[in-house]
């Protein structure tokens, strides 16, 4: 149809078109706090050379 977008859904299969990206001096604590807050599942604890946690990821919120 003309004048028409197709919409395509971008996001890979599993996550929503919103992710929250949030910096922090200690993202394990972060991760820690929001599984139990928010009775969240952690998908992702990525460390670097140093033991922190450069990247995590979480879902929470949408069961």
Known sequence: MAGLVEQRHTAPEGYTSVALWVVTDDTG???DFLAA???GEELARAPVEDG???HG???WATR
Do not use: C, R, S
């Open 57 to 59: 990821e979480t879902v």
């Open 29 to 31: 604590a972060l991760l």
């Open 37 to 39: 807050a928010f009775d």
């Open 52 to 54: 922190t946690i450069g």
